[in-house]
């Protein structure tokens, strides 16, 4: 008994003995108080506590003891209540259940005194937690390695071969590569690492479970295949060889085959050996590996291979061992093994017996003391010394992981590597004491090979093959940008040095392979290992099996390294086992001194045409050459960039253009190789330049040199070359006796008069691509003689952060010549990036979704692009058929976006097509882009970067990655788990000054010098350390406060995204979602609530549960509810009526006196607005600052994406429609496209899977799509959109005339009907379900009333009104205060446009009394601004201009906060022309400064439109120049065919008759005619809104001047003239009936043509009626002109001449302009006849 309590002994923690006895079982058993009180009575009162232990067969099982005595209890509910979901492996599994358990016990018991055990929770909880800790991380290394390992003695680390006996199970299974290669080829991110991990697991895991339960111990994971021993005595071999068998019969009845989801099948073949055999362990201080030698491992090997799927194969010598008599066996023929056929079946108490008969030292079977253990040899105490020990078997990208703590499924990547397969082939003649130590040297001396590059040894084995070793770069944590040609050297190193200094070794065979692999852990949770499993690996084995001797490699290694051509050997095609077809295989070289001379650029110069997208930098280098060339001015262009930037292709375009010029070129491209050889750059460039490339002996070499040298150098001097040149001059006496010193200015000076006669003779031009791998001796020797030497020499360099090693001294010292030019090669412009795609593929024109993923995911970086389309090409992902047949669009919703490139058309596409139809690109139907992984080269780029970086700084990134480009400190550290701020701060630091990361929104000092500070990251000119951090620390600084940051890198952030498991990932995305979707609204300066009005009521109760958005929807709800209660209160306010009976006002006068009233209740509202705009916060507590923008950049567009990666296909479309609608909120129409895009895209794989979408999000995503197709000038397309989701909003449209007739009768009537009964409304709740489709449709109708607005006919005209109107039936039925004043706004405007005086007054009226009722600021700030913009527009169409420019003003700065370009455009032209009319010119210039900024983008061209608008208003009314005439109308020449500005008709009309009106005053009547006719074109579809009154009133005074003209010369057109000016006259006149600010202008134009025909009276009084207007309406600048007409045409005091004339084209500009003072104006002239009565018959 006392021995099974001794075995039974493990000791967790230990407690306090100064706990009194009674309480010591209470701690553990509160339920059982009797018996603890009657056990402390036997114990002393200071007895040694024990400890709390799991163990056992059932969970939850304890063992309790102190004193010497020991107790088993169970778990009860009182005790521990998690210890059901704890998985119990071993005796030494204590976890966090433990705490759980103390933790909730004496919470329970100390009830009463809890000061008095507040020290034992304490310290227990502490224990438990320090051990806990050491057995977790001894157990988790453990796991790696077999119990042939954990049974030595691990605290000595002397290695010796230790023999034993055993029996051997090799087990293989068929189709994991081929399963792992169909993961690597999946384009998808849904088929990721974890998938392939799980499924190769689940299978080998099984497998492995059986193997441990029948005793084996599990040696190695080779790959797909594993191998395991029995360990037994010789004498025990026959029993464990049936007992192996009955392991085999289980294992193959349950796992023979598996299926998996890929549709490839898993098998598996068994091959048995036995007998002697032994145990060698090798290695160094810091990494071990084991390896069995002996012939059953040989044995095993070949019966392994003997056997096909579902076999198992015996060994000759295992099957003379074995009990024959219970075996069923069939010979192979040829071979002494035979198949075993049937096994006789084992009993379980035949099985317990046979395992009796084992020790636990020689099997690893179940202990009877500790029965439920899978595998009792990891139950070991924490020791540090065997986990010091143990560390060493476990490759070093484990280790990383498992110290930051990453959980086991992190370990497993799809990542691409480079793979080495070593074959050690040994002499015949050894024994094993040879091979031992022979195996123990090659293994340190490749692992010191392999570590300086990050390699790893990960399997060392001895099978047939002799002694194998499969080695990896590029493992976690060991990426480098330069594998390839790491992997190659060190490939030849290996090679030679295991050749040449291990005696016992024949031949070295080295196979190179590089490609997608799995790198992952494979097996179960207490035995796995970390393996390399792929194709590539399977390939690398076979080049080392079929070119013995050699070191060969594949194409993709080949290609990857980037080596000169002369670096290999092309080898003869061999046929391999398993592999298809390998390519292209090359033997590696390496460099030789054979081939040190006459290595060119590698890069061919296109023969399509010249570099795309390099301009600037051709221009200087032209420019640098011919300064070079007329005035030998010396010069050296360094142009640096990024690995893939182009470089090398410009110096190939350079070196092309430097020979088309007639300059010798002298061009090479240098290595990583060239680093480590003194001497080699400077050799490379000097062979060339003396012709020294075609010789290949050294012999040839000296009579080169010595032709080349004659007269420049005594023979003496020669032998000075020998180490540059690889030559032997004889030592001279003089040579010998020269110090070193002496000996380096001699060569310096030889140098120098060699480079001298050189360029002299030939005017060579040096080209140096990669000339940062010129090695320090080339760079000194070649700082001497640059400095005295007049050289044209170009350089490339990658940038410095890319680069492994810091440039030399006297590299930098080059750099800092004056006569060096550093150029920094910048990201392509996404044109050229499309160019370049196009010539590539040899097409025309690209996919918009193919356009957007080589402009986002290349980043400017031509290298990208290029690898992006081999990859979609290598998929089948792309179509190409020709133009004839694609030659429309298919749709023009597609092409939006998408300019064909005829006119930019390449010469690749020319040449390509010439005799044929040129050809499109087309994307594959079921492809998808937006969800394709990275490609394999671009993933490695990107890997090697975040390999170098520390662990902490890899967790950011890669949370970060799950943001998106663009992210949040806040939600970053939210999602971290356990980080703190101090933490985060200081890895987004370090990441920000290894621009990686950049930050966003900093203030504006730290953004400007943020520019430069990026640059000198990768700069060329180095600066001090000092002055670098200060700068640094001050941009941190700033930049620390705004929080949101940005990768500088995106191709970094979508590698690391790869990088995570599916389902670690997922939850991830489902954490961020729920964060996010807390500010997934607008912001409160425009009213907050959902981009598409009330979009989450229109999905139902469970949705809107879903979406965890109640806080945004109550806020919107009380909202509606404040708009409904004024809505209420208004309900027996009758809309006003044409007159006001009450008074008997007019009802003009009326009307007038209401809008200034509105409007000065309005102004005295926001007097507390501040002057000056700013990003404050309103005193009301509603946030003045617009932050939509960044709402959709930060939480709307993140949550689509978290959404899609989840799989919630209707969240995900819900948030992108919500993205569309809050990118048209603030006018980027492209981004809004793009969203829609993805959700049409969306809504396919919806339909694909048999799913549905509401009908509303569907209406939804028309309606937007319609909006940006009328953003975009689509108008067509446009209104059929609309028009269909108006019908899917169960609200149509009609198509006919004779349709919209009646619908606007019928709602005319419904209108007012709804007049009458305002008292009846819709039940709250089923209003608040409506709300969504009202406001819906209310959009909808707005749009279609715009549509309509911009045609001439008049159907359409009908139309337009018809859509105003049912927009105010369905605001009015929303009930919605704001939304019903906004639609009579609208419908007002809609009346003004189209003549309707009557209605215009009437709705005009109606709005500015409901404006007296509604809460401005309920709706937000964009609510209060569309209000102040009508209310300007509105005070300066009635003339009321001091009251519009306040209101104009308070418009404008609420434009400024919201941020909405296109309704402050149209603020600030109605603030301009309010201002302009008061002749307050200063102020002037300020609007049209601000306008200008606010429309500088290319996509506000309407905008820009109106600007230049403004420009020739200041022209030709003012004499003022803000932009010149040649300017104004450059503009209209370039963007008159827009479709954008085509749609603005009245736009047009001004700018055209502003044109027609400047050549008409200057009498260029020839440049008059093509405009005016525009003009006049244009007329008809115009309405009569105020910029097209006021472009009418340009139009007229042309007509005018026609006139006068036509009279002047007599000529038979001026009774037509006559009669087209007055019938003109009349038409505007009528117009302006809704912009009475215009009669003035009008009035003044009519009197000129009376004066003109002779009726001084009529002119003279509509002189005076202008006038009269004027003073009404506070029109200084007709005022003025009407005076100085008035004085000119009948008293004769007016200007001598016309001062406009005289200053035309060259007017001041207005920044010199003061206020009521006109530059010039032009003078309407009376017509000069030729006689007194020379009107031709024309009589008024």
Not at 1653 to 1662: F, H, I, K, P, T
């Amino acid at each position: 008994m006392a021995a099974r309590r001794r075995r039974r002994r493990r000791f967790v923690t230990s407690l306090p003995r100064d706990i009194p006895p009674h309480h010591q079982f209470c701690l553990v058993y509160p339920k059982r108080a009797e018996f603890a009180s009657k056990m402390s009575k036997k114990r002393p009162k200071k007895a040694m506590w024990g400890a709390i232990e799991v163990f056992g067969e059932k969970r939850g099982d304890f063992a309790f003891g102190g004193g010497g005595e020991f107790f088993k209890v169970k778990q009860t509910k009182n005790t521990l209540m998690c210890l059901s979901s704890l998985q119990l492996e071993s005796q030494g599994a204590i976890c966090k259940c433990v705490e759980s358990c103390v933790l909730e016990v004496t919470d329970e018991v100390v009830k009463q005194d809890k000061s008095q055990y507040g020290h034992l929770h304490t310290s227990l909880v502490t224990g438990l937690q320090r051990r806990s800790k050491h057995c977790s991380e001894l157990r988790e290394v453990a796991a790696y390695v077999p119990d042939l390992i954990l049974s030595e003695d691990l605290r000595h680390e002397a290695r010796c071969v230790q023999n034993f006996h055993g029996v051997l199970l090799f087990a293989d299974v068929s189709g994991f590569t081929a399963l792992t290669e169909k993961f690597s080829q999946s384009v998808s991110l849904e088929r990721g690492a974890d998938e392939l991990t799980q499924t190769l697991n689940d299978y080998m895991g099984d497998i492995v479970e059986e193997l441990l339960g029948f005793g084996g111990d599990i040696l190695k994971f080779a790959g797909d295949a594993v191998l395991v021993l029995w360990r037994v005595r010789e004498t025990q071999l026959r029993d464990t060889i049936s007992l192996v068998l009955q392991c085999c019969r289980q294992i193959q009845e349950k796992y023979s085959v598996r299926d998996t989801d890929m549709g490839l099948k898993l098998r598996l073949k068994i091959g048995i050996s036995a007998g002697h055999m032994s145990l060698l362990t090798v290695g160094d201080r810091k990494e071990q590996h084991f390896l069995i030698l002996g012939k059953a491992v040989g044995e095993v090997w070949q019966a392994q291979n003997l056997a096909n799927a579902s076999d198992v194969i015996l060994s000759a010598s295992c099957w003379e061992l074995c009990n024959q008599s219970q075996v069923k066996s069939k010979r192979v023929k040829g071979q002494g093994a035979v198949k075993v056929t049937g096994v006789q079946r084992m009993s379980v108490s035949e099985r317990e017996d046979l395992f009796s008969k084992f020790t636990r030292a020689q099997l690893n079977c179940r202990s009877p003391e500790m029965p439920g253990v899978l595998r009792p040899a990891v139950t070991l105490a924490p020791h540090r010394a065997q986990g010091k020990v143990l560390r060493k078997y476990i490759p070093a990208s484990v280790l990383r992981k498992i110290d930051d703590r990453q959980p086991l499924a992190c370990l497993s990547e799809l990542r691409p590597v480079t793979c080495l397969f070593v074959k050690l082939q040994f002499a015949a003649k050894v024994n094993l004491t040879q091979i031992c130590k022979a195996i123990q040297d090659s293994s340190v001396l490749i692992s010191e090979i392999l570590r300086p590059h990050k390699g790893e040894i990960n399997k060392i084995s001895m099978f047939d093959k002799g002694c194998t070793l499969l080695c990896v770069f590029g493992l976690p944590g060991g990426k480098l940008p330069c594998e390839s040609v790491c992997a190659l050297e060190s490939a030849i190193k290996i090679s030679t040095a295991c050749s040449g200094r291990l005696g016992k070794i024949e031949a070295v065979s080295v196979g190179v392979t590089s490609g997608m692999a799995f790198c992952g852990v494979v097996g179960h949770r207490v035995r796995h290992e970390y393996t390399v499993m792929g194709q590539k690996v399977n390939l690398a084995a076979r080049l080392m099996e079929h070119y013995p001797g050699l070191v060969s490699c594949d194409a993709a290694t080949y290609a990857a390294s980037r080596l000169p051509r002369s670096y290999f050997k092309e080898l003869p095609k061999a046929q391999m086992k398993g592999v298809g077809d390998p390519g292209t295989v090359y033997q590696y070289l390496g460099m030789s001194q054979k081939l040190i001379f006459g290595l060119d650029l590698m890069e061919e110069r296109s023969e399509y045409g010249p570099l795309l997208g390099r301009e600037e930098e051709i221009a200087l280098f032209e420019s640098a050459l011919k300064a070079y060339r007329t005035c030998h001015e010396s010069s050296i262009l360094a142009f640096e960039g990024v690995l893939g930037s182009g470089k090398s292709h410009l110096l190939t375009e350079l070196a092309f253009l430097g020979q088309a010029a007639g300059h010798r070129v002298v061009a090479v491209e240098l290595t990583e190789l060239n680093l480590k050889q003194v001497y080699s750059a400077l050799r490379m460039v000097l062979a060339m330049a003396l012709g020294l490339q075609a010789c290949q002996s050294c012999s040839a070499r000296q009579l080169v040199l010595q032709a080349k040298l004659q007269g420049l150098m005594a023979e003496s001097s020669y032998c000075l070359l020998n180490d540059i040149f690889l030559v032997k001059f004889p030592l001279s006496t003089a040579v010998s006796q020269m110090s070193g010193t002496q000996r380096q200015m001699e060569l310096e000076l030889v140098l120098k008069k060699v480079l001298q006669k050189t360029v002299e003779e030939d005017g060579v031009v040096f080209v140096i691509d990669n000339a940062h791998c010129i090695d320090s001796p080339s760079w000194s020797l070649m700082w001497s003689v640059l400095r005295d030497v007049s050289i044209f020499m170009v350089m490339s360099f990658t940038a410095s952060h890319c680069r492994r090693q810091r440039l030399c001294q006297a590299a930098v010292d080059i750099l800092k010549l004056p006569k060096t030019s550093c150029v920094r090669l910048g990201e392509l412009k996404p044109s050229a990036v499309v160019q370049k795609a196009c010539q590539a593929l040899g097409v025309v024109s690209l996919p918009q979704d193919l356009e957007t993923l080589l402009t986002q995911r290349s980043y400017g970086i031509p290298y990208y692009c290029e690898e992006l389309l081999r990859y979609l090409l290598g998929h089948d992902m792309l179509l190409f058929h020709p133009l004839g047949k694609d030659g429309k669009r298919e749709d023009k919703w597609e092409s939006l976006f998408t300019s064909v490139m005829e006119a930019s058309t390449t010469a690749a596409a020319r040449s390509s097509s010439a005799g044929k139809d040129r050809r499109v690109c087309a994307m594959r139907p079921d492809v998808t882009l937006q969800n394709t992984v990275l490609p394999p080269t671009l993933k490695g780029i990107a890997l090697a970067e975040l390999d170098s970086m520390k662990p902490s700084e890899q967790m950011v990134l890669k949370c970060a990655a799950i943001l998106g480009p663009l992210f949040s400190t806040e939600l970053l550290f939210h999602i971290l788990p356990g980080w703190s701020r101090a933490k985060l701060n200081k890895a987004l630091n370090a990441l920000v000054r290894c621009n990686i990361l950049k930050w966003l929104n900093a203030a504006k000092g730290a953004e400007e010098s943020s520019v430069p500070t990026e640059g000198s990251g990768t700069s060329l000119e180095e600066e001090s350390d000092a002055q670098k951090s200060s700068v640094e620390e001050s941009k941190q600084r700033a930049r620390l406060e705004s929080g949101m940051l940005a990768f500088c890198a995106p191709l970094l952030q979508e590698a690391a995204y790869e990088l995570w498991p599916k389902g670690q990932r997922v939850a991830l995305h489902h954490k961020c979602a729920a964060f996010l979707e807390r500010h997934a609204h607008k912001c409160q300066c425009c009213g907050g609530g959902d981009f598409v009005a009330f979009h989450r009521l229109a999905l139902g109760s469970t949705q809107e549960a879903e979406s965890g958005e109640e806080h945004g929807s109550d806020c919107y709800w009380h909202n509606w509810e404040a708009s409904l209660a004024t809505s209420e209160e208004m309900k027996s306010d009758e809309l006003p009526a044409s007159t006001d009976a009450s008074s008997g006002v007019p009802k003009e006068k009326s009307f007038l006196e209401e809008i200034f009233r509105a409007a000065k209740q309005f102004l005295a509202k926001t007097e507390w607005m501040p002057k000056v705009p700013s990003k404050t916060h309103w005193t009301q507590g509603v946030e003045c600052s617009c932050s939509c923008k960044a709402i959709v950049d930060l939480v709307l567009v993140p949550l689509a994406q978290h959404y899609m990666a989840v799989g919630n296909d209707a969240r995900a479309f819900y948030y992108l429609l919500e993205g569309a609608a809050a990118y048209l909120h603030v006018s980027d129409n492209y981004l809004a496209f793009r969203n829609l895009k993805k959700a049409e895209v969306l809504r396919t794989l919806v339909a694909k899977k048999g799913n549905a979408l509401a009908c509303f999000e569907e209406a939804t995503l028309l309606s937007l799509k319609g909006e940006v197709c009328y953003h975009m000038g689509q108008t067509e397309l446009a209104k059929t959109m609309i028009r269909k989701a108006l019908s899917l909003l169960k609200r149509k449209f009609p198509m006919t005339s004779t349709g919209a007739a009646l619908q606007l009768v019928l709602e005319k009537s419904e209108h007012a009907s709804r007049k009458k009964n305002r008292d009846s409304s819709v039940p709250q709740e089923a209003g608040r379900q409506r709300l969504p489709w009202l406001f819906r449709q209310s959009h909808c109708l707005s749009l279609l009333r715009q549509l309509f607005s911009l045609e001439s006919a008049a159907g359409s005209r009908r139309l337009s009104r018809l859509a105003a109107l049912m927009k105010v039936n369905t605001a009015e039925e929303s009930e919605d205060a704001s939304h019903v004043l906004l639609s009579y706004l609208e419908y007002a405007l809609c009346c003004q446009n189209l003549g309707c005086r009557e209605e215009w007054l009437q709705y005009g009226r109606a709005a500015m009394q409901l404006s007296t009722e509604v809460q401005l600021f309920g709706g937000g700030v964009l609510n209060t601004a569309s209000f102040a913009q009508a209310l300007s527009h509105l005070t300066l169409s009635l003339g009321n201009l001091p009251l519009s420019v306040d209101v104009g003003y308070r418009a404008e700065r609420l434009c400024m906060e919201l941020q909405k370009p296109d309704l402050g455009c149209v603020v600030l032209r109605t603030l301009f022309t309010a201002l302009f009319l008061q002749m307050r010119y200063p102020e002037c210039e300020a609007v049209l400064r601000r306008l200008e900024e606010q429309v500088s983008g290319a996509d506000e061209i309407v905008g820009q439109a109106c600007f230049f608008c403004c420009c020739l208003d200041l022209l030709l009314d003012a004499g003022w120049q803000y932009k010149s005439f040649e300017e104004c109308r450059r503009f209209v020449e370039q963007n008159e065919a827009n479709c954008l500005l085509q749609a603005q008709s009245s736009i047009l009309l001004g700018l055209y008759s502003s044109l027609a009106l400047w050549f008409a005053r200057l009498g260029q009547w020839d440049n008059f005619q093509k405009p005016f006719e525009k003009a006049k074109r244009l007329l008809k579809s115009t309405g009569a809104c105020l910029v097209a009154s006021q472009a009418c009133s340009r139009l007229l005074e042309c007509h005018s001047l026609v006139l006068k003209k036509d009279m002047e010369q007599g000529s038979w057109r001026a009774r037509e003239s006559c009669r087209r000016a007055l019938r003109l006259a009349e038409e505007v006149f009528s117009r302006c009936s809704t912009s009475p600010v215009f009669y003035p202008r009008v009035y003044h134009l009519k009197a000129y043509i009376f004066l003109m025909l002779g009726n001084e009276e009529q002119s003279l009084l509509c002189l005076n009626q202008g006038l009269q207007a004027c003073e009404d309406h506070g029109n200084l600048l007709e005022k003025t002109w009407l005076e100085m007409s008035t004085e000119c045409w009948f008293t004769g005091k007016g200007p001598l001449g016309d001062l406009w004339l005289k200053t035309a084209p060259h007017f001041p500009h207005l920044n010199q302009a003061k206020p009521e003072v006109c530059s010039s104006r032009y003078l309407l002239k009376r017509p000069a006849l030729q006689r007194e009565d020379s009107s031709p018959g024309i009589k008024f």
